[in-house]
């Protein structure tokens, strides 16, 4: 059948939670024509994450949606580590956020698939099928197809849908997954938690989600706003799942810690078991994984949902990009390099973190208490968890970038990392991040003079590159684009990040950062280098040159 005869799509999305919408979204804003298969037929409203970490705004604010959330969020948040006898072992909070969000907060899920969800129910370039249930999936050399129906029946009719490339969103028992034949790999903790959502606790508390690791019943204390509060007990082997759930029960459980709960107050107990899993490969033939069929992690250290979040960026630039026809094979095989390996480390995190909190045993855990109390005194070691380094962003150094020629060459660190958002001030009188100037597109920052970049035609304008310059705070601001198709923006005064500032102190008085459309540093530019990061970054994106007889 060719693809006449067919209503070919570009990428079809199984699974409509907050993974699947946000790569569904980010690729439909991005021009692809994008359908999604949903087996419920209504947004989530279960609280299941808890914790939302900066990238996951900055990734929200791209589509529209981060204001929103915020308003419904716990804001700069840390967390605090309790021993026996309730005494504080640790107290850490990350530094802050160079994104230009919070490093760490606290958020209600229901509210995010709320947004997600009715952005992409009204977007003109998805075709959204709520109620509707994979049954199939096969691929060939230039296209995946996958069948659907009504779920609860069998007998059913089916549709087949066509597209250019499959995106399996569809949680932790992924069809897809198994359909195109790859399967996870680790270990299942054998502590069973259970997961308390309250209402209605007007019992001010700090900003801290609390890890008391008492020795006895370990649990897990999290607050949030407008009086929401999460409590996690650990269970012991001997207790029934379905009897600790009972509300009379979960009201006994939390009577120590929130005393006059009533029954009304409970908004979902629900006991889990916590898996450290990661699939073997993100990537087969045309279709990826992402969040939940990807990996499976601890909730101790609150990556799940970000770290799902973060696959569906960095999937739907690189599909955007190959279905531009400049992106390719290797840029969709950095995906599982990228993000695997980041995921994976973000499973470790966690069943570290969750090993400290669910000692038991007076031997057991005066011993833990014992060594937290030694490595504090180390001031490396202190540092390392005050300021909750264990948590780190991706480095992409190794994937789709160019690192400098030297690692003492100015700003070499930054290749591979997320570039820092300073607050700037625009031709129009307005301020905010700078993300707004670069969109969801390569850019060329362009920090003092520059490199002596030309992105209007070449291979830069191949590229479809945005060229941002950044002036010191006080700069007269000039036309908002020049002759040349610059964008200038001036960073103002009161600016937590400084791009200006970081240049200078490492010797670069003229560079530009090449930055990836989901906002990583992907080259530093200097003078006379530009020919060099060309050649290397081709291996990823392939355009036609355009020309300026052509431009004309």
């Known amino acids: 059948m060719s693809d006449a005869q067919v209503d070919l799509r570009d990428v079809i999305v199984v699974g409509g939670g907050p993974v699947g919408l946000t790569a569904a979204l980010w690729l439909a804003d991005g021009g692809a024509s994008v359908t999604v298969v949903e087996v419920q037929t209504a947004p989530g409203d279960l609280p299941r994450a808890i914790s939302i970490a900066d990238e996951t705004f900055r990734i929200m604010d791209h589509l529209g949606i981060c204001d929103e959330l915020k308003a419904e969020a716990l804001l700069d948040t840390g967390s605090r580590y309790f021993g026996l006898n309730d005494r504080m072992l640790s107290a850490s909070k990350p530094l802050p956020s160079r994104t230009g969000h919070p490093a760490k907060s606290q958020f209600d899920q229901p509210v995010l698939e709320g947004l997600l969800w009715d952005r992409a129910a009204t977007h003109p370039r998805i075709d959204f099928r709520a109620g509707m249930l994979a049954v199939a999936v096969s691929q060939g050399a230039e296209r995946v197809a996958v069948e659907v129906r009504a779920p609860g029946d069998d007998d059913a009719p089916s549709q087949r849908i066509h597209a250019k490339f499959l995106i399996g969103a569809d949680g932790g028992k992924s069809f897809v997954r198994g359909a195109i034949g790859t399967r996870l790999v680790g270990s299942t903790q054998q502590e069973r938690w259970i997961v308390v959502d309250l209402l209605n606790v007007a ?25 929401r509060l999460r409590i996690e007990f650990m269970l012991f082997d001997d207790e029934d799942g379905d009897a600790m759930c009972a509300p009379e029960q979960i009201i006994a459980l939390c009577e120590p810690i929130q005393s006059g709960l009533r029954l009304e107050d409970i908004r979902r107990a629900v006991v889990y078991v916590a898996h450290q899993r990661v699939a073997e490969h993100y990537r087969r033939g045309r279709a990826f994984l992402v969040g939940d069929a ?21 999937i739907a630039w690189k599909l955007l990009d190959v279905l531009a026809g400049r992106g390719t094979e290797a840029l969709l095989d950095s995906y599982e390099s990228e993000r695997r390996t980041h995921g994976a480390k973000m ?39 005050r300021n909750m380094r264990f948590i780190t962003a991706p480095n992409y150094a190794g994937g789709v970038a160019v690192p400098a020629l030297s690692r003492k060459a100015p700003l070499a660190h930054a290749v591979g990392r997320p570039l820092g958002q300073p607050t700037v001030a625009f031709a129009d009188g307005s301020t905010g991040g700078l993300d707004r100037a670069l969109g969801g597109h390569w850019a060329l920052v362009e920090i003092g003079d520059g490199a002596g970049i030309d992105a209007r035609g070449g291979y830069w304008g191949g590229i479809v590159a945005r060229h941002v310059r950044v002036l010191p705070a ?6 908002a684009v020049d002759q040349y198709g610059v964008v200038t923006v001036v960073e103002t005064a009161d600016t937590v990040v400084s791009l200006r500032r970081e240049a200078r102190a490492a010797g670069a008085a003229a560079v530009t950062l090449l930055v990836r459309p989901d906002k990583y540093v992907a080259a530093v530019i200097s003078p006379g280098d530009e020919g060099r990061i060309i050649a290397a970054l081709r291996a990823y994106e392939a355009p036609l040159v355009i020309t300026r007889k052509e431009e004309a």
């Open 203 to 227: 019992t001010p508390r700090e900003p801290y989600a609390e890890f008391h690791g008492n020795g006895e019943r370990p649990y897990v204390l999290v607050p949030g706003v407008k009086n």
């Open 294 to 314: 990807a990996h499976l992690m601890p909730p101790f250290s609150g990556q799940g949902l970000n770290a799902g979040l973060r696959d569906a960026n960095n």
């Open 347 to 385: 499973v470790t995190v966690s069943r570290r973190t969750g090993a400290v909190v669910m000692a038991v045993g007076a031997t057991r855990t005066r011993l833990r208490d014992a060594a937290f109390r030694a490595v504090s005194v180390v001031p490396r070691i202190n540092d390392y968890l």
């Open 474 to 479: 006080g700069s007269r601001m000039p036309a």
